[in-house]
């Protein structure tokens, strides 16, 4: 083919986010989710004519409230102005303090929060609130985060209104800043607005969408998406990732779902040094399995690449033709598919990496 019809929507605005620095066992390294893999993946896109790139819409903070609180919003909003005023450091929000969350029991506590010791406010004030918003030192905010954040978000919006409104079978969206570890109320991972729920949350809602299938294949658990859509039959979540690593305190295969939730989200921890052929095969079978019984109209693939064999933070070894197969495999749903990208740090590589998976879905479909 010439010039595949898969869409690209990207914005130019992600570049508003660029903190220098994460901290990382206890020294500062340079940021891992920089710009740079941007550049990598609209390079390989380019080259290979995946399809035309098109500029996001703009749907308002409306479908992102719907998802995350106004509380939190508003903290994303004016994190950075009011750190650098109580004497911050400009490079970027850090959090001096921890929130002790208790995240095993963060839903109940979420529901009936304990009396707290703050007189003035609930979430400790300008030096409070960057430890109560954020959980670890990877969601810096930086002097262009809530743009670039909330720019990702439209992205996402955009990749799931074409989708439907030109009964496209695949769409990309080039996200960045990544969503899938930024909960109801909580930052963190590289991420701050979920783009991923924010986009499956408007489908099913306002597209009005019968039943969408989230397919989480980065390497980290989706906790962000996991705990926004805990309770809800609809989406499906379904998350492959690296067993007892980062983000650590959620992705157990025993994190089924609550309430009218029970059963509609499934945890598939895979051993460090997971290999290509036992990556596809698990992948395989939980689309054969549970997905295919699920019957989605819609599939929304949480399009990581931090699975690759030489990412500086992924376990697994995967190399650069299996995410063609990766995309075989999710072709072989034969449903419209909306690729939202998240992780993946191999800068050079990212870029023929996730073309490989969307040519993979492509050639199949
Ligand atoms: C600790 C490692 C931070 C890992 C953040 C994971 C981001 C990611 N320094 N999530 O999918 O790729
Ligand atoms: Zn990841």
Request: net charge negative; glycine share 10%.
């Given at each position: 083919?010439?010039?595949?019809?898969?869409?690209?929507?990207?914005?130019?605005?992600?570049?508003?986010?660029?903190?220098?620095?994460?901290?990382?066992?206890?020294?500062?390294?340079?940021?891992?989710?920089?710009?740079?893999?941007?550049?990598?993946?609209?390079?390989?896109?380019?080259?290979?004519?995946?399809?035309?790139?098109?500029?996001?819409?703009?749907?308002?903070?409306?479908?992102?409230?719907?998802?995350?609180?106004?509380?939190?919003?508003?903290?994303?909003?004016?994190?950075?102005?009011?750190?650098?005023?109580?004497?911050?450091?400009?490079?970027?929000?850090?959090?001096?303090?921890?929130?002790?969350?208790?995240?095993?029991?963060?839903?109940?506590?979420?529901?009936?929060?304990?009396?707290?010791?703050?007189?003035?406010?609930?979430?400790?004030?300008?030096?409070?609130?960057?430890?109560?918003?954020?959980?670890?030192?990877t969601g810096v905010i930086a002097e262009g985060t809530f743009q670039a954040a909330y720019e990702?978000?439209?992205?996402?919006?955009?990749?799931?209104?074409?989708?439907?409104?030109?009964?496209?079978?695949?769409?990309?969206?080039?996200?960045?800043?990544?969503?899938?570890?930024?909960?109801?109320?909580l930052c963190g991972g590289y991420c701050f607005f979920n783009n991923a729920a924010i986009a499956?949350?408007?489908?099913?809602?306002?597209?009005?969408?019968?039943?969408?299938?989230?397919?989480?294949?980065?390497?980290?658990?989706?906790?962000?998406?996991?705990?926004?859509?805990?309770?809800?039959?609809?989406?499906?979540?379904?998350?492959?990732?690296?067993?007892?690593?980062?983000?650590?305190?959620?992705?157990a295969e025993d994190e089924v779902g609550e309430n009218e939730g029970a059963g509609f989200n499934?945890?598939?921890?895979?051993?460090?040094?997971?290999?290509?052929?036992?990556?596809?095969?698990?992948?395989?079978?939980?689309?054969?399995?549970?997905?295919?019984?699920?019957?989605?109209?819609?599939?929304?693939?949480?399009?990581?690449?931090?699975?690759?064999?030489?990412?500086?933070?992924?376990?697994?070894?995967?190399?650069?033709?299996?995410?063609?197969?990766?995309?075989?495999?999710?072709?072989?749903?034969?449903?419209?598919?909306?690729?939202?990208?998240?992780?993946?740090?191999?800068?050079?590589?990212?870029?023929?990496?996730?073309?490989?998976?969307?040519?993979?879905?492509?050639?199949?479909?």
């Amino acid at each position: 083919r010439q010039i595949n019809e898969m869409k690209v929507i990207y914005s130019e605005k992600h570049c508003l986010h660029n903190p220098p620095k994460e901290f990382e066992l206890g020294r500062f390294v340079p940021y891992k989710e920089c710009t740079g893999r941007v550049d990598s993946i609209l390079s390989s896109l380019r080259a290979r004519n995946l399809g035309e790139i098109v500029a996001p819409n703009d749907y308002g903070l409306g479908p992102i409230a719907a998802v995350h609180s106004k509380e939190f919003i508003a903290y994303l909003q004016n994190a950075y102005e009011e750190w650098v005023k109580v004497g911050g450091n400009p490079e970027g929000v850090f959090p001096d303090v921890s929130a002790v969350r208790d995240f095993a029991n963060l839903r109940k506590w979420k529901q009936n929060p304990p009396q707290r010791n703050f007189p003035y406010s609930r979430d400790g004030g300008p030096l409070g609130r960057p430890g109560y918003y954020c959980f670890d030192m990877t969601g810096v905010i930086a002097e262009g985060t809530f743009q670039a954040a909330y720019e990702a978000a439209q992205v996402a919006l955009t990749g799931a209104e074409l989708l439907i409104e030109e009964k496209a079978h695949g769409i990309f969206a080039l996200c960045r800043p990544p969503g899938h570890h930024a909960q109801r109320d909580l930052c963190g991972g590289y991420c701050f607005f979920n783009n991923a729920a924010i986009a499956v949350r408007h489908l099913i809602h306002v597209l009005k969408v019968g039943r969408v299938a989230i397919i989480d294949i980065d390497y980290h658990h989706g906790n962000g998406t996991q705990e926004i859509f805990y309770e809800n039959s609809n989406p499906l979540y379904v998350s492959l990732h690296g067993a007892l690593d980062y983000p650590f305190y959620w992705g157990a295969e025993d994190e089924v779902g609550e309430n009218e939730g029970a059963g509609f989200n499934v945890n598939v921890p895979l051993k460090m040094g997971t290999q290509d052929k036992e990556y596809i095969e698990a992948l395989q079978t939980i689309i054969d399995t549970r997905v295919k019984e699920y019957n989605p109209q819609i599939v929304v693939v949480s399009l990581g690449v931090d699975t690759y064999a030489n990412d500086p933070i992924g376990g697994f070894f995967l190399t650069t033709p299996a995410y063609i197969q990766i995309g075989r495999a999710l072709s072989s749903l034969r449903c419209p598919t909306l690729f939202v990208m998240e992780g993946g740090y191999a800068v050079e590589e990212i870029g023929d990496n996730v073309t490989n998976v969307l040519q993979g879905f492509e050639n199949y479909i």
